[in-house]
C-alpha cells in the first residue's frame, strides 16, 4: 500500500484492516474531538497534523487497507512529544505534512529531543519526527527544507511566549 495512505490512516490511528470511507470519517471525528484545542493544549497543532491526512484520504475516496501489520499510533506519539517541547525556550516548531520539524537553538534540549522520539538530519541540521513505518525507498532526489516546505505546505508552531518569558 501507498506508504502517504498508511501514514495517513495511522495518524487518525487506524491500523490492521480494511477501511471504508466511513470508517475513515468516524477516525477523523474522533480524533478532532480528543485533540480539540479547548480539551488539549498541544490540539491546535494536531488538529493540522489530522486535517492534513483527513483531507489525503478524503480526496482518494476509496476503501483503504493496512497490510502493514500494526503501526504506532502517531498521533499519540506526535502529541506527547509537541506536548513536551512546546515550551522549551529557543526551538522553532514547523509542521510539513505529516512531519515535525524542529530548529532554532536545538543543541540545548537535544536529550529531549532524542527522547520524545525526534531523529536529527545532519543534512538540514535539523530534528524530524515522521510516522513510524516510514521508509526511503531506492536513490531518489534529496529535498532541501524549502522545496519540502513547498511540495507539502508548512505552518509554524506558535508558541506561547508569555510563559517562555517567565522562565
Same mark, same amino acid.
Given at each position: 500500500?501507498?506508504?502517504?495512505?498508511?501514514?495517513?490512516?495511522?495518524?487518525?490511528?487506524?491500523?490492521?484492516?480494511?477501511?471504508?470511507?466511513?470508517?475513515?470519517?468516524?477516525?477523523?471525528? =474522533?480524533?478532532? $474531538? /480528543?485533540?480539540?484545542?479547548?480539551?488539549?493544549?498541544? @490540539?491546535? %497543532? *494536531?488538529?493540522?497534523?489530522?486535517? &492534513?491526512?483527513?483531507?489525503?484520504?478524503?480526496?482518494?475516496?476509496?476503501?483503504?487497507?493496512?497490510?502493514?501489520?500494526?503501526?504506532?499510533?502517531?498521533?499519540?506519539?506526535?502529541?506527547?512529544?509537541?506536548?513536551?517541547?512546546?515550551?522549551?525556550?529557543?526551538?522553532?516548531?514547523?509542521?510539513?505534512?505529516?512531519?515535525?520539524?524542529?530548529?532554532?537553538?536545538?543543541?540545548?534540549? =537535544?536529550?529531549? $529531543? /532524542?527522547?520524545?522520539?525526534?531523529?536529527?538530519?545532519? @543534512?538540514? %541540521? *535539523?530534528?524530524?519526527?515522521?510516522? &513510524?513505518?516510514?521508509?526511503?525507498?531506492?536513490?531518489?532526489?534529496?529535498?532541501?527544507?524549502?522545496?519540502?516546505?513547498?511540495?507539502?505546505?508548512?505552518?509554524?508552531?506558535?508558541?506561547?511566549?508569555?510563559?517562555?518569558?517567565?522562565?
Amino acid at each position: 500500500m501507498n506508504t502517504k495512505i498508511s501514514q495517513s490512516l495511522s495518524i487518525l490511528g487506524l491500523n490492521g484492516q480494511d477501511f471504508s470511507m466511513k470508517d475513515v470519517k468516524d477516525a477523523y471525528k =474522533k480524533s478532532m $474531538l /480528543k485533540y480539540h484545542p479547548d480539551i488539549n493544549p498541544s @490540539g491546535h %497543532k *494536531m488538529a493540522q497534523v489530522i486535517n &492534513a491526512a483527513w483531507d489525503f484520504l478524503k480526496a482518494l475516496e476509496a476503501p483503504f487497507s493496512t497490510n502493514e501489520g500494526q503501526q504506532e499510533n502517531y498521533t499519540g506519539q506526535l502529541s506527547d512529544a509537541l506536548a513536551a517541547i512546546l515550551d522549551l525556550v529557543g526551538l522553532e516548531i514547523e509542521i510539513c505534512g505529516t512531519w515535525v520539524w524542529v530548529s532554532g537553538d536545538t543543541k540545548t534540549h =537535544k536529550d529531549i $529531543l /532524542k527522547e520524545q522520539g525526534f531523529r536529527y538530519h545532519g @543534512g538540514k %541540521k *535539523m530534528w524530524y519526527m515522521a510516522p &513510524a513505518g516510514y521508509v526511503r525507498k531506492g536513490k531518489r532526489k534529496s529535498y532541501s527544507h524549502d522545496e519540502i516546505k513547498k511540495k507539502y505546505g508548512s505552518q509554524k508552531v506558535q508558541r506561547n511566549y508569555r510563559k517562555a518569558i517567565g522562565q
